[in-house]
């Protein structure tokens, strides 16, 4: 199968079109994971896309090139929301421009390349227009909004690691 077919199918089976995530732990994760969590994020909605329309991407590499194929997945969601008249609208090449510009704010010096740490904020919009299709197409719910252990270890290291970043007698007294 080649392209842009098949937007949406129906989910039949109850599955969820895009990975229902909650708004909260979204922003949580996001920030203590240093960012890393976007990357699971964008692998997560790929891997339900490919699924779903049986087009042959990788999600993986198009999580780990965000700033490439957010537009896309933007775009995609964008889409099936007209398409299934999910009340909303998502702007997805100004949310892409503002994904990729906080993504840009990595290269300040600390404490400033924090700032860059604000990059899943163009994602808020996104995740909600998601929640609101899975309801609609899938009527699917349920939002994963649990923290389990492997979230609360990334709370903890990511607080440790933001301690490091943000106070420099700490990271200069550690480094002696």
Not at 124 to 140: F, K
Request: hydrophobic share 50%; aromatic share 12%; charged share 15%.
């Amino acid at each position: 199968m080649s392209g842009k077919t098949l937007l949406s199918a129906p989910s039949d089976d109850g599955r969820p079109l895009y990975y229902p995530v909650s708004r909260r732990k979204l922003i949580v994760l996001c920030i203590f994971s240093l960012g890393l969590y976007e990357v699971y994020w964008f692998y997560k909605n790929w891997a339900l896309i490919k699924l779903r329309t049986r087009r042959d991407i990788d999600p993986l590499a198009r999580a780990f090139l965000a700033f490439f194929y957010a537009d896309e997945l933007f775009e995609n969601v964008a889409s099936v929301g007209r398409v299934h008249m999910v009340p909303g609208t998502i702007r997805p090449g100004l949310l892409w421009l503002a994904y990729v510009a906080l993504g840009f704010l990595v290269n300040l010096p600390s404490p400033f390349l924090l700032l860059a740490l604000l990059s899943f904020l163009p994602l808020l919009p996104v995740q909600r227009m998601m929640q609101d299709i899975n309801l609609r197409v899938a009527h699917c719910a349920e939002i994963d909004d649990r923290f389990r252990g492997a979230d609360i270890a990334i709370i903890i290291l990511g607080s440790i690691a933001l301690i490091w970043i943000t106070i420099p007698p700490v990271s200069g007294w550690l480094s002696h």
